[in-house]
């Protein structure tokens, strides 16, 4: 145990970088005020650190009394030497440093996860990724955080444009505050973010589904190289699931919407909205209306126009 109540050693581990950073910002705000160029040893290029200079960064003694700090960037990278060097190290550390390893994987099956993973209960700190479910309410969170009000409309059209990149969505929600306030409202993200971000199908398919056709199109116009028979294939999907929804709806069985078509409660809400705008009559037109794009683009007509028009007669 290093002094203040820190382990000796800590893994940062996982793909969220922003995460990482706050862990390592955290560690590094533990240092003594105003002695932290001489208790820092801070290395990012994980090829040009040797193991003898390690080690004695290691066990040297801080200066005041506080305690030393030495991260270590890209620990997943590390060579053979300095790892082992470091696995020998902890099985007897400095009580007056702390190591911190930071990498965006490590298997657990190496030996220095597991020599890290001996020092402490909290001697590894995952950083997973958000799941796509919770990232717009963590992007409210960040933002609340920041001094920032943005509500999940507008947090899930930022992720759309920009990705799940947790560290870019902090950078772009500063700017965005910069630009047009404290309060950001979706037609601020729209009119301010470049879409950097590759088109999800799913996301395609929602506004299809909602009658959203401007959106839709738009999505369209911004996929790169899209297959119209592939694409096609997703929206005669979402149709059929459409259907099943919109049956079970007007059957009063809407529990059971999750369990026929085979997903998670959380993947279906847009589905359930979307299938309450349709009448049965309308979905076997769409259904027609699919099949006969699908003629028309393996019979050599005109791919664009005709799917195009699909688009536009599911939306109206």
């Known amino acids: 145990m290093a002094q203040g109540g820190l382990l000796a050693a800590y893994l940062i581990v996982g793909v969220d970088q922003l995460k990482r950073d706050r862990a390592i910002h955290r560690l590094k705000g533990r240092l003594e005020p105003g002695l932290d160029a001489f208790n820092l040893d801070e290395r990012s290029n994980p090829s040009a650190v040797g193991a003898e200079e390690i080690v004695l960064s290691l066990n040297t003694l801080p200066v005041g009394q ?6 270590l960037h890209e620990a997943n990278k590390l060579p053979k030497a300095v790892s082992k060097a470091i696995i020998t190290y902890l099985s007897n550390p400095n009580p007056d440093c702390v190591l911190c390893l930071e990498a965006d994987s490590l298997s657990k099956a190496t030996r220095l996860y597991k020599a890290v993973a ?8 995952v950083c997973d990724a958000i799941s796509a479910r ?9 933002a609340r955080s920041l ?7 507008a947090a899930r059209e930022l992720i759309s444009r920009v990705g799940e990149d947790t560290t870019l969505l902090e950078r772009t929600l500063r ?7 404290s309060v950001i409202r979706v037609v601020d993200v729209e009119q301010n973010v470049a879409r950097t971000a590759e088109v999800k199908p799913w996301e395609f398919l929602d ?4 009658g959203d056709a401007r959106r839709a199109l738009e ?3 911004m996929m790169p190289d899209p297959s119209h028979l592939a694409l096609l294939t997703l929206i005669t999907r979402r149709v059929r699931d459409l259907v099943c929804a919109r049956s079970l709806i007007d059957r009063g069985q809407t529990s059971r919407i999750a369990s026929e078509l085979g997903r998670p409660d959380w ?12 009448t049965p009559k309308r979905l076997a037109e769409c259904l027609a209306a699919c099949a006969v794009c699908e003629r028309e683009l393996k019979s050599g007509v005109d791919g664009e126009t005709s799917f195009v028009r699909l688009v536009l007669e599911i939306c109206k």
């Open 207 to 210: 506004k299809i589904a909602a």
């Open 118 to 125: 001996k020092v402490g209960k909290q001697s590894v700190i």
């Open 219 to 221: 999505l369209y116009r």
């Open 267 to 278: 993947q279906l809400r847009s589905v359930v909205q979307a299938a309450r705008r349709f």
């Open 147 to 153: 001094g920032i009000s943005i509500d999940q409309t």
């Open 175 to 181: 700017s965005l505050a910069d630009q047009c306030g």
């Open 66 to 71: 506080g305690f030393r700090l030495v991260i």
């Open 134 to 142: 919770d990232l717009p309410g963590y992007v409210v969170r960040l």
